[in-house]
């Protein structure tokens, strides 16, 4: 078996590592190493880690870079090592046999560059959990959607599939497929967090690689660990990764299109967040629609960082739904992983 890094970052969250480090711990696979990333947890997880679980290789990085920023550290540090690199949240309860499957698939498929399990929710565990469910899509209308959120799983998605992104949450990663298409770019650190493993996916399916969905691989997914989904700073977040996304992959009259009605459409939204959630919300809309701005009118030293990859039409993109999720009216593409 090909050896895989199992790599948990963590911000905190001393009490979800406890709870579920022991479950990684007993993977039933006989090739892979799990490092921990203590992204400057305060206090430092490294001496608590080595004492309760030492047979963890464990990095500790002094300032916070988010969850893009401290995987790609990792990975232009240790992604040469390998050929795979599984991602897991530190509040993720894996089954034992949940690496062998995706890494079947991916031995098997030269092809797939990503693959994610059957994510379902570990507070309802015969429930989709809402960050990945049974695979990630884009609507038409360019907005990430999960297939199986807020539905029962009742084996109506126990196909392997592609789809359009897998979670950042639990998924693997070819590791040369970085290094070959991406010039060693697995995530955009100035995306921080959210939507950067969607960025990823939409990068590597241009390049020409599959993105797929193993649901015989389970996870459980607690949810809401780093951020919580009431938090402003959640909100800012995937409004302005949102606006990223659509402006650093696609081109001509699609970007311009896309971002117009994007704009319009979280004009309704931020009003809406203001009486729902209050000035904070609302105000985290306009901070994101500033930055997103300012980034794109004064240009960064990033840009000249960032892979040259053909232009793919939205369309012709797997993974794209049909219809609007906002509207209720979303037909989700059949994509056999064959």
């Known amino acids: ?80 090592e390998v050929p795979y690199i599984a991602l897991l949240n530190s509040d993720i309860e894996v089954t034992p046999s949940w690496l062998q499957p995706l890494i079947d698939q991916m031995e098997r498929i030269p092809r797939l560059a990503a693959i994610q399990p ?14 990945g469910a049974a695979g990630g899509f884009l609507d038409s209308w360019g907005y990430p959607i ?31 497929a970085i290094w070959e298409t991406q010039g060693g770019l ?19 399916q241009r390049a020409g690689y599959w993105i797929g969905y193993e649901p015989n691989s389970v996870v459980y997914h607690v949810g809401g660990a780093s951020l919580a989904s009431h938090n402003p700073q959640k909100v800012y977040f995937n409004f302005r990764n ?3 996304l659509l402006w650093e992959n696609l ?23 203001l009486f729902k959630g209050g000035f904070p919300h609302f105000w985290a809309v306009i901070k994101a629609h500033r930055d997103f701005f300012r980034r794109i009118i004064r240009g960064t030293r990033e840009a000249s960082l ?21 509207i209720g009216t979303v037909e989700y593409p059949w994509l056999p992983l064959s």
Not at 191 to 201: A, R, V
Not at 311 to 326: D, I, N
């Open 306 to 326: 960032l892979p040259s990859l053909p232009s793919t039409p939205y369309k012709s993109l797997e993974g794209v739904a049909k219809g609007s999720y906002y």
């Open 1 to 80: 078996m090909p050896p895989v890094y199992v790599v948990i970052l963590a911000h905190g969250g001393q009490v979800w590592l406890e709870r579920f480090l022991p479950s990684v711990l007993h993977t039933n696979y006989p090739n892979f190493t799990i490092w921990l990333l203590d992204n400057a947890s305060q206090p430092s997880l490294v001496e608590w880690s080595q004492l309760n679980f030492p047979t963890l290789r464990v990095i500790r990085y002094e300032k916070n870079e988010g969850y893009a920023g401290a995987y790609q550290r990792f990975f232009s540090a240790h992604g040469k």
């Open 242 to 244: 949102s606006l990223y």
């Open 118 to 131: 059957k994510i379902l929710s570990w507070k309802d565990r015969a429930a989709f959990e809402y960050a």
């Open 251 to 273: 081109s001509g009259w699609e970007k311009k299109s896309f971002l117009l009605r994007r704009l319009l459409l979280d004009a309704p939204a931020a009003i809406y967040l």
């Open 146 to 176: 999960c297939r199986g959120r807020g539905e029962k799983d009742k084996g109506q998605y126990d196909k392997a599939s592609r789809i359009f992104w897998v979670s950042g949450a639990a998924c693997v990663i070819r590791t040369a």
């Open 186 to 204: 697995l995530f955009k650190p100035y995306y921080f967090m959210h939507m950067e493993e969607i960025d990823l996916c939409w990068r590597l």
